[in-house]
């Protein structure tokens, strides 16, 4: 399994492309609302049925 916790979602998905693997991206929002100015990132990560699942929050640029 390829670890990509904390990763930026462009760079999971390209991780998992180059290794060829089928997956899928869940969104999810922060308790205090959405995030207007950020970046995606993999906030939780499993495998099931060989299908990767990330979980994907957009985190403020302030948490950089």
């Not at 390829?2 to 290794?19: M, P, T, V």
């Not at 999810?28 to 099931?48: C, H, N, Y």
Request: net charge negative; hydrophobic share 45%.
């Amino acid at each position: 399994m390829i670890d990509l916790l904390g990763a930026d979602l462009s760079l999971a998905i390209n991780l998992l492309k180059e290794a060829e693997a089928d997956y899928e991206i869940l969104t999810t929002t922060s308790p205090f609302g959405v995030a207007l100015d950020g970046i995606d990132r993999v906030i939780r990560q499993e495998v099931k049925d060989g299908i990767h699942r990330l979980t994907v929050c957009k985190v403020p640029d302030s948490f950089r």
